[in-house]
């Protein structure tokens, strides 16, 4: 067993709750993270526009670097079960800039994507219960959305016992209504009942190398970011009943079953709408689900709405976890003021950090809405930017954490160092590729160029200057963070008899 080399821990009566949940509540809010039903009605049509019925095998080879980056999750939670993650073991692996910037990085992918989520949450609520016209209204959809947003704060705030309760409730009704939906497609394609252009599955279309080219490329950029956040079960790490193993099985896990339902409704989706349908409804995005639905199931085409929104009302709560307790981390250790470590007393969760999230998110849900719906859009397409550079940052401090234990086995070096730098990689290449898309104001949702840019990347380069402005003021103000961690930890603490 690895020698656990963490920080001392905060007294009791400052801590998280221990113990509060189990792996398989830990695991259902890692795949709730995701947004399962949300994720895969985005991307679908987009994809297929891309690479046609070849979208399962974008699908399959997008699981490849989520899965070598939750191989280093795994392996850094085992020395330090630490709820920052990523902030906590890259500042340990490669110091503290480094890791302020990975933790900045995890806190602002749930500003942006918060009031997104919960906006789809409510839409599609609405929709499935018949009232298309408050959808309509942008006035009743901002003011459900930002209470729909308040009411999930405070689940999390409450507790964490109460917050894998509604997950668990919202992760069936999710699974069973994607499950029922792609049963029924399949069903309707095999008995050539379908209303659109359906194609017979085949084994083949599991290669995502069928269509080749840049069409590869950018479909594998929205292919691996239907995979983001399954980590949120890591950063419970302190809350889990077997904190060193537990939460990292929980995202290693919840990337296999993601795997498994993306490529179940994929299948279902393409074989039913056929491509040219899907390619010519890319632009509808989320809302494709909403005139599949209609076509395959008829007057029950709110299962498949209620579906979406369920997922997306999960991914709400879920989304709030990992900017919260990377807020807190940052601040007992100095790197953030001392309130966002605040524990409610009652409770055990950070409270603070947890409402901060919130307003932050709720304020920049309301202001890119009011400058353009498409500055919203553009906003989400930026979170590929923070997303690769943290996952990447992780993987790359798994193998620069363990670098002298790597050559002690094969397990080691194939697990711990190989497969994470390999994910790293991937994960950079995809970086520069979205840099290079994103630069081309063509490319994104609204067409209009800010500073000869594309507004996602406008957006990506503003946070990642605001958060180095924030990080040397905090330095040059509170020194303490970089004092107590002046260098890297030596990888020879830690007993690498067992990894």
């Not at 113990?19 to 297929?48: C, E, H, R, W």
């Not at 099985?249 to 919840?254: D, E, I, N, Q, T």
């Not at 639905?293 to 709405?305: F, N, Q």
């Not at 070096?413 to 990689?425: D, E, K, S, V, Y």
Request: net charge negative; charged share 10%; glycine share 8%.
């Amino acid at each position: 067993m690895a020698k656990d080399i963490t920080h001392p821990g905060p007294p009791p009566e400052a801590s998280l709750k221990p113990n509060a949940i189990g792996f398989l509540d830990a695991l259902v809010i890692g795949l709730n993270a995701t947004s399962p039903a949300y994720s895969v009605a985005a991307v679908i049509g987009p994809i297929v526009a891309l690479v046609g019925i070849y979208a399962p095998g974008v699908m399959l080879a997008s699981f490849v670097p989520m899965l070598l980056i939750a191989s280093a999750f795994y392996y850094l939670n085992k020395v330090d079960q630490d709820c920052g993650t990523t902030f906590s073991w890259v500042t340990r692996a490669m110091g503290p800039w480094a890791g302020w910037l990975g933790g900045w990085a995890i806190a602002m992918t749930g500003v942006l994507v918060v009031g997104s989520l919960a906006d789809v949450a409510v839409t599609f609520f609405l929709l499935a219960v018949g009232l298309d016209s408050w959808a309509d209204n942008d006035v009743v959809r901002q003011v459900l959305t930002v209470l729909l947003i308040l009411v999930m704060t405070a689940v999390c705030v409450i507790g964490t016992e109460v917050s894998a309760k509604v997950q668990n409730v919202l992760i069936l009704a999710q699974v069973v209504c994607l499950l029922a939906f792609a049963v029924v497609a399949l069903y309707r394609v095999y008995a050539d009942t379908g209303t659109l252009d359906a194609v017979d599955p085949e084994f083949g279309w599991l290669d995502p190398f069928g269509a080749g080219g840049a069409s590869l490329t950018a479909s594998l950029l929205l292919g691996v970011f239907i995979y983001w956040g399954w980590e949120s079960a890591v950063n419970l790490t302190e809350e889990v009943e077997d904190s060193a193993t537990a939460p990292g099985k929980a995202a290693v896990w919840s990337t296999v079953l993601l795997l498994v339902t993306y490529l179940a409704v994929a299948f279902a989706v393409v074989a039913y709408a056929g491509t040219d349908y899907l390619a010519e409804n890319a632009a509808e995005e989320e809302f494709i689900f909403a005139l599949l639905a209609e076509e395959a199931m008829g007057g029950w085409d709110w299962v498949v709405l209620l579906a979406v929104s369920t997922s997306a009302l999960a991914s709400t709560q879920t989304t709030i976890i990992p900017a919260s307790r990377t807020g807190l981390s940052m601040a007992r250790r100095h790197a953030l003021p001392a309130h966002f470590a605040r524990i409610h007393p009652r409770f055990r969760t950070p409270d603070v950090s947890t409402w901060w999230v919130a307003g932050i998110a709720i304020a920049w849900y309301l202001v890119l809405y009011h400058v353009s719906e498409n500055a919203l859009f553009d906003s989400l397409t930026a979170l590929s930017l923070l997303i690769a550079f943290y996952y990447a940052l992780t993987g790359l401090a798994c193998a620069v954490y363990y670098r002298r234990q790597l050559t002690r086995s094969a397990r080691n070096f194939f697990l711990i160092g190989l497969g994470p730098l390999i994910g790293a990689g991937l994960l950079a290449w995809l970086l520069v590729e979205s840099v290079a898309d994103m630069s081309d104001p063509e490319n994104s949702y609204s067409g209009v160029s800010w500073f000869g840019l594309g507004p996602p990347l406008v957006i990506g380069i503003g946070i990642a200057l605001v958060g180095v402005v924030l990080m040397v003021v905090w330095r040059l103000t509170a020194p303490a963070f970089w004092s107590e961690h002046p260098s890297v930890v030596d990888p020879d603490l830690v007993d690498g008899k067992e990894s």
